[in-house]
T-cell receptor
Framework: AQSVTQLGSHVSVSEGALVLLRCNYS??????LFWYVQYPNQGLQLLLK??????LVKGINGFEAEFKKSETSFHLTKPSAHMSDAAEYFC????????????FGTGTRLLVSP | DSGVTQTPKHLITATGQRVTLRCSPR?????VYWYQQSLDQGLQFLIQ???????AKGNILERFSAQQFPDLHSELNLSSLELGDSALYFC???????????FGPGTRLTVL
């Protein structure tokens, strides 16, 4: 079975500071990994995905994530936080069958202060 | 806008009642997934349909059922509702062979 662990239910940064949201996965087969963002009272929007091509994945809104097999990690980063980045971020894993459910982490709420 | 639509946006009902949530996938997507988001359980997969057939089941209660119709829209039926069923219910859709899911805006169910 697959699972993901997100370290830190809340992360606070100042505007302009580096954003680092941590995700570790567990999977017995090569995983597909995703980061989704959820703004208040909205659905989930796909930020980026890892599907066994490049290990450094660039997404929307300046976010990127690096797949590290040796560390079973897929941390999300952004060099400079913006106030509009304040939201909840979910890491998710699935396996390569094309029709698999997503298994989500518990989410990390990003708070950005001016 | 993901292209996935869900109705209604909000639903308030009483314990013991039955409700139906509706989802229309993106044009061309054959797979529909239902997820429940609650404070205590987080985001959990409920059930998946592909082109009208059930493909996978997750932590879906026996009081809950779903179906996907020939036009590919899907309905999630929740019956004998309990206070603990209050949650956000999301629908997602995907294209065959593409391992990414697009989520609708969700239906917020409140059971009083």
């Amino acid at each position: 079975a697959q699972s993901v662990t997100q370290l830190g239910s809340h992360v606070s940064v100042s505007e302009g500071a580096l954003v680092l949201l941590r995700c570790n996965y567990s999977s017995s087969v090569p995983p597909y990994l995703f980061w989704y963002v959820q703004y208040p009272n909205q659905g989930l929007q796909l930020l980026l995905k890892y599907t066994s091509a490049a290990t450094l994945v660039k997404g929307i809104n300046g976010f990127e994530a690096e797949f590290k097999k040796s560390e079973t990690s897929f941390h999300l980063t952004k060099p400079s936080a913006h106030m509009s980045d304040a939201a909840e971020y979910f890491c998710a894993v699935s396996v390569n069958t094309g029709f698999q459910k997503l298994v989500f982490g518990t989410g990390t709420r990003l708070l950005v202060s001016p | 806008d993901s292209g996935v639509t869900q109705t209604p946006k909000h639903l308030i009902t009483a314990t013991g009642q039955r409700v139906t949530l509706r989802c229309s996938p993106r044009s061309g997507d054959l797979s529909v997934y239902w997820y429940q988001q609650s404070l205590d359980q987080g985001l959990q997969f409920l059930i998946q349909y592909y082109n009208g057939e059930e493909r996978a089941k997750g932590n879906i209660l026996e009081r809950f059922s779903a179906q996907q119709f020939p036009d590919l829209h899907s309905e999630l039926n929740l019956s004998s509702l309990e206070l603990g069923d209050s949650a956000l219910y999301f629908c997602a859709s995907s294209v065959p062979g593409r391992n990414e899911q697009f989520f609708g805006p969700g239906t917020r169910l409140t059971v009083l």
